[in-house]
């Protein structure tokens, strides 16, 4: 398995510029999230999503799109990039709730987005 | 709200040396608590967990243990290795919920 997959893993874009993080995952997890990383401090949620055609807004979702139109894949969609979206990306999974437990949440190693 | 407030780094120690990162929470009711591990170039990685007050995680060396009555998580390990390199975050979950509440993150460099 490859796990959870990134892509691009560094891009720059300049003011209003949009583009689309690409994320993907091959462990059938219902469950998948996008978190970013800003310099010293933990990660933030964006987005969730808790099946295919079903997402959510997270802690702070301004200036972000998402789609959810497959088990596997949930791009994160940025348009009119503003300097504020400087950050590093993770997109992560899981299988979703458990009754008595907690399912792990599986990262994908980050894209590094620069605004300028 | 819920929050995670995390040992301030950077942390240098000597290969051997005992480590200690602090971590302390702000939640209601009962969540899970969590130490992730970033190594240089990937992704999260779950180091431990606790789900219950009382409970100790552990792996790879590294424990913590679930302290309700000082709301505290600490990582610990005795004997600290150059491989250990990496950004530790401790995270927290509330019952019933996916979100995960991460502290900062803590920089460990081990020094041959």
């Known amino acids: 398995n490859a796990g959870v997959t990134q892509t691009p893993k560094f891009r720059i874009l300049k003011i209003g510029q949009s583009m689309t993080l690409q994320c993907a995952q091959d462990?059938?997890?219902?469950?998948m999230y996008w978190y970013r990383q800003d310099p010293g401090m933990g990660l933030k949620l964006i987005y969730y999503?808790?099946?295919?055609?079903?997402?959510d807004k997270g802690e702070v979702p301004n200036g972000y799109n998402v789609s959810r139109s497959t088990t596997e894949d949930f791009p994160l969609r940025l348009e009119l990039a503003a300097p504020s979206q400087t950050s590093v990306y993770f997109c992560?999974?899981?299988?979703?709730?458990?009754?008595?437990?907690?399912?792990?949440?599986?990262f994908g190693p980050g894209t590094r987005l620069t605004v300028l | 709200g819920d929050s995670v407030t995390q040992m301030e780094g950077p942390v240098t120690l000597s290969e051997e040396a005992f480590l200690t990162i602090n971590c302390t929470y702000t939640?209601?009711?009962?969540?899970?608590l969590f130490w992730y591990v970033q190594y240089p170039g990937e992704g999260l990685q779950l180091l431990l967990k606790?789900?219950?007050?009382?409970d100790k995680g552990s792996n790879k060396g590294f424990e913590a243990t679930y302290r309700k009555e000082t709301t505290s998580f600490h990582l610990e390990k005795g004997s600290v290795q150059v491989s250990d390199s990496a950004v530790y975050f401790c995270?927290?979950?509330?019952?019933?919920?996916?979100?995960?509440?991460f502290g900062t993150g803590t920089r460990l460099t081990v020094i041959p």
């Open positions: 992560a999974s899981n299988l979703g709730l458990a009754g008595s437990g907690w399912y792990e949440q599986f």
């Open positions: 462990m059938n997890h219902n469950y």
């Open positions: 999503s808790v099946g295919a055609g079903i997402t």
């Open positions: 939640a209601t009711g009962y969540p899970s």
């Open positions: 606790a789900t219950k007050a009382d």
């Open positions: 995270a927290l979950s509330k019952a019933g919920a996916n979100n995960l509440f």
